[in-house]
């Protein structure tokens, strides 16, 4: 008997047996020969096919030589190679998490027109941007437009095409400050008070996919809303608000865990002592996330929002909006105008920030110039950190068993470009 034999993480298996024999008639050879080919076909249709594969370069976390094999959609092997004599060099990482994310390439989340479509233009988009998972984000609307556009989210989730990057949504607003600064572009018409009822109508609109919410702490009913969101598993964070040191520990006490972009949702006026900034950077309980755009925070913003966290502590989001990655110009957007520069969208009436243009890989650039942190704990906030935060246990790290999201880049400059991006093992990007 001939055998040909796949080896595999040091184990052998089986691939292809010959059996010498009775020379078969030729009738019977072409009869098994197309049973095989359509026993192949049906298999492969049905993706029961195991297509192993495997990726090459150097290590995100500590630049060694690496082979990773990915086998039924999840890393089934990693090999310390002797080192690679590639001209450039090409960094392999787990593939970016956007926890804050409006819409992209012109597929606004919030938006009347939102589709399944849209959804798929906007994912297949991200794929190239190195993102592999991430949660739409609606922010403050109209309730009839938050229950149709998560119903929305909640098809696209079950995609059996994109749906694997969609772990969940991000619900920003409606339960936020109506205080002009604090509410940033949210529209004060759409602002109100939390209200347990109302959300769970919308949560059932999304299916239960709502799995982050960012409110303000010191909403009338907000602690007691806080904890009914913590006790049905969603993860909780401030933002839009200007709650005293108070009340945001007693939200924290009620569970929050996060502060929802640090620094930004935040009057441009506000008291040196007794603001916001402070108490969710004192108290260690809180995972801020931020907007390292180049254009949201100061680079000392940045440097000193870092060095009170620290990587383990803090999460990269880009806040993106749709129009990012569009060309420049004035944009009708809803109710009103936006103005959208090569690097982020402005609020050209109020001339304040509606959002960012920059998708998450330019952050990672970003904070590494900012911080002069390492590429390492740069993915680390873009990655691992909100995997974590997030509950997505086999995501955000390489380790054997671990969903085989992947990406593969260069650094250029502190700019990451992005060759290839791996979903549960399958390339959905490949840099032409
Ligand atoms: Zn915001």
Redesign the pocket.
């Known amino acids: 008997m001939k055998s040909l034999w796949k080896v595999d993480n040091g184990n052998k298996y089986p691939l292809l047996v010959f059996k010498p024999g009775l020379k078969p008639n030729k009738t019977q050879t072409m009869k098994q020969s197309i049973f095989s080919i359509l026993t192949l076909l049906l298999f492969s249709q049905l993706n029961m096919i195991d297509k192993p594969s495997a990726v090459s370069g150097t290590l995100y976390s500590d630049e060694g030589s690496v082979s990773i094999q990915m086998e039924n959609g999840k890393i089934s092997g990693i090999d310390r190679l002797e080192g690679s004599d590639s001209e450039e060099k090409l960094f392999i990482a787990p593939g970016l998490i956007d926890i804050?994310i409006n819409g992209y390439m012109g597929v606004d989340f919030s938006g009347p027109d939102l589709t399944v479509e849209g959804v798929k233009k906007a994912t297949r988009a991200l794929w190239k941007a190195g993102v592999t998972s991430y949660f739409p984000t609606i922010?403050t609307s109209d309730v009839d437009r938050l229950k149709k556009n998560f119903a929305i989210l909640a098809q696209a989730k079950k995609d059996p095409e994109i749906g694997k990057s969609i772990p969940g949504f991000h619900l920003?607003g409606p339960y936020i400050s109506p205080v002009a600064g604090f509410r940033?572009?949210?529209l004060e018409k759409y602002i109100k008070a939390p209200d347990w009822k109302e959300f769970s109508e919308i949560q059932a609109a999304a299916e239960g996919g709502i799995r982050l919410i960012?409110v303000a702490p010191e909403l009338e009913g907000a602690i007691p809303f806080i904890k009914k969101c913590v006790a049905s598993g969603m993860i909780v964070s401030l933002?839009?608000h200007n709650g005293t040191a108070a009340e945001i520990t007693a939200a924290v006490d009620a569970g929050a865990r996060m502060a929802?972009?640090l620094g930004?949702?935040c009057a441009n006026m506000i008291n040196r002592h007794h603001n916001p900034i402070w108490p969710q950077l004192a108290d260690d309980r809180i995972t801020p996330s931020i907007i390292a755009d180049g254009f949201h925070l100061t680079k000392e913003e940045v440097r000193s929002f870092y060095k009170a966290k620290g990587p383990d502590n803090t999460i990269l989001v880009s806040?993106a909006l749709d129009l990012a990655g569009l060309p420049p110009g004035m944009y009708e957007r809803g109710e009103r105008m936006l103005e959208l520069t090569p690097n982020v969208v402005k609020l050209p009436k109020e001339n304040v920030l509606a959002?960012a243009a920059s998708p998450i890989n330019l952050c990672v650039g970003v904070v590494m110039d900012y911080t002069q942190c390492s590429l390492g704990d740069a993915i680390q906030m873009a990655s691992t950190n909100p995997a974590e935060m997030m509950s997505l246990d086999d995501l955000g790290n390489i380790s054997v068993g671990s969903r085989a999201d992947l990406i593969v880049f260069s650094m250029n400059n502190n700019k990451m470009i992005i060759k290839e991006t791996y979903v549960a093992g399958e390339l959905v990007y490949s840099q032409p």
């Open positions: 804050q922010i920003e940033g572009a949210h960012t933002g839009h929802t972009h930004n949702g806040d959002g």
